[in-house]
Nanobody, 118 residues
C-alpha cells in the first residue's frame, strides 16, 4: 500500500524556519521524483519544489528560491523541505507527491499545515 506521510508543519513567526518531512512507503522511492506542492485557503494548489530520483537535481518555484531547500534520503525513503525566512504568504497546506516523471504526480500525501504569523 502506497503511503506518503508529511510531518513538521506548525505555527511559526515571520522570518522563522521549519523543516517538513515526507516519509514514503509502498513503492520504490529511489525511482520516483519527489515534489512539494502547497495550497493556501481560497487558492489553487501550486508547485513548490522538485527533487529528481537523481540526488542533487532540483527545481524550485521562483517564489521560494533562496529560501527553501528540497532534499531526499533514498536510504530513509524520505524527502525534506527546509523552509527559512518564512513569510505570512507561505501559509498553506503543504503536500508531498511522487511521480515517475517530472510532470507526473502519481501519489499524494494528506498534507501538513504551515501557518506563518506576521
Amino acid at each position: 500500500q502506497v503511503q506518503l506521510k508529511e510531518s513538521g508543519g506548525g505555527l511559526v513567526q515571520a522570518g522563522g524556519s521549519l523543516r517538513l518531512s515526507c516519509a514514503a512507503s509502498g513503492f520504490t522511492f529511489s525511482r520516483y521524483g519527489m515534489s512539494w506542492f502547497r495550497q493556501a485557503p481560497g487558492k489553487e494548489r501550486e508547485f513548490v519544489a522538485y527533487a529528481s530520483w537523481t540526488v542533487g537535481s532540483t527545481i524550485y518555484a521562483d517564489f521560494v528560491k533562496g529560501r527553501f531547500t528540497i532534499s531526499r534520503d533514498n536510504n530513509q525513503n524520505t524527502v525534506y523541505l527546509e523552509m527559512s525566512s518564512l513569510k505570512p504568504e507561505d501559509t498553506a497546506v503543504y503536500y508531498c507527491t511522487a511521480g515517475r516523471s517530472r510532470a507526473s504526480y502519481d501519489y499524494w500525501g494528506q498534507g501538513t499545515q504551515v501557518t506563518v504569523s506576521s
